[in-house]
């Protein structure tokens, strides 16, 4: 959510750095919604095919990896690409965050859980543009996209230290071919 809101404040920095028309500076934030949108219904299975720390630990890395592309892009068209690639991961680690919370956490505590879990989802709106109008004054728009790299690493180094190994099932079931379309196809 973070990194939608952050990208309403830079918009204006990006396309006077890249020389594009707004039309195409937008697509940095469509393309990452629709990334994000559209990997989202496979995250379960991914968890569960190839067990949910795993998976988690690889999509929280490469979503570090991306947002450093994206700080570092030197056209639009990559801006866009690593932007794509940031949906694709985060659009699998948010699903998975909340996926192994409810396998961790007592149902007592889950109330409570799912409020801790929500608390980005209320904050972001506000504190993304003021966090970006910061960091563009005081920098300039790269920063918005290095600052996923400390919180990635602390992510990461959490993970791999606290998360339970949860056991991949080998004979899960992938979504039809049906259904995927349908998904693809309402997704447009």
Do not use: C
């Not at 594009?20 to 219904?41: E, F, G, K, N």
């Not at 543009?129 to 600052?147: E, K, R, V």
């Not at 949860?166 to 349908?182: D, P, R, T, V, W």
Request: glycine content about 8%; proline content about 5%.
């Amino acid at each position: 959510m973070m990194d939608t809101t952050v990208m309403n404040v830079a918009l204006p920095h990006i396309q006077q750095a890249f020389h594009s028309s707004l039309a195409v500076s937008q697509w940095t934030i469509t393309a990452y919604t629709l990334a994000m949108a559209t990997v989202i219904p496979y995250a379960g299975w991914l968890a569960d095919r190839f067990s949910a720390k795993k998976v988690f630990i690889m999509t929280v890395v490469l979503f570090t990896v991306s947002s450093f592309l994206a700080a570092i892009s030197g056209s639009m068209t990559q801006l866009i690409l690593f932007r794509i690639l940031q949906g694709i991961f985060g659009g699998v680690v948010g699903p998975l965050g909340i996926a192994m919370s409810f396998r961790i956490i007592p149902i007592e505590k889950r109330g409570s859980m799912m409020g801790f879990l929500g608390l980005p989802m209320l904050i972001a709106p506000t504190v993304g543009p003021a966090l970006s109008g910061w960091l563009i004054n005081h920098f300039d728009w790269h920063t918005i996209f290095m600052i996923n790299l400390p919180i990635g690493a602390g992510a990461l180094l959490m993970a791999v230290l606290f998360l339970p190994n949860f056991e991949a099932n080998k004979h899960a079931k992938s979504m039809s071919k049906g259904h995927s379309f349908l998904l693809l196809l309402f997704r447009f």
